[in-house]
């Protein structure tokens, strides 16, 4: 049974950092690119960093500078560093594993950035 399990989410400041964890059981971990989506209130999912099995890094625009997607595959885990959060990043945030045809998803953490 494939799981993917996010942590790490929560309430904080504008300016401030989070680091999400997304665990992951039952796939060939180190074989599968790994993503972070987010969605807000009323707007669609939208594909915020991506890892590939090599390491290789891509993020959106809008977080770029500020946000790390890293990887360990010793312990079957993807990271989501977030630094310099503000209001406009408060979503619930998604961890996705994609191979070929392959795509699993987990079942999302809330982030939210208020004063």
């Known amino acids: 049974q494939v799981q993917l399990v996010e942590s790490g989410g929560g309430l904080v400041q504008p300016g401030g950092s989070l680091r999400l964890s997304c665990a992951a059981s039952?796939?060939?971990?180190?074989?599968?690119?790994m993503r972070w989506h987010r969605q807000a209130p009323g707007k669609q999912r939208e594909l915020v960093a991506i890892i590939t099995s090599g390491s290789s890094t891509n993020y959106a625009d809008s977080v770029k500078g500020r946000f790390t997607i890293s990887r360990d595959n010793a312990k079957n885990t993807v990271y989501l560093q977030m630094n310099s959060l503000k209001p406009e990043d408060t979503a619930i945030y998604y961890c996705?594993?994609?191979?070929?045809?392959?795509?699993?998803w987990g079942q999302g953490t809330q982030v939210t950035v208020s004063s």
């Open positions: 996705n594993g994609h191979r070929v045809i392959s795509d699993y």
């Open positions: 039952g796939i060939p971990f180190s074989m599968y690119e």
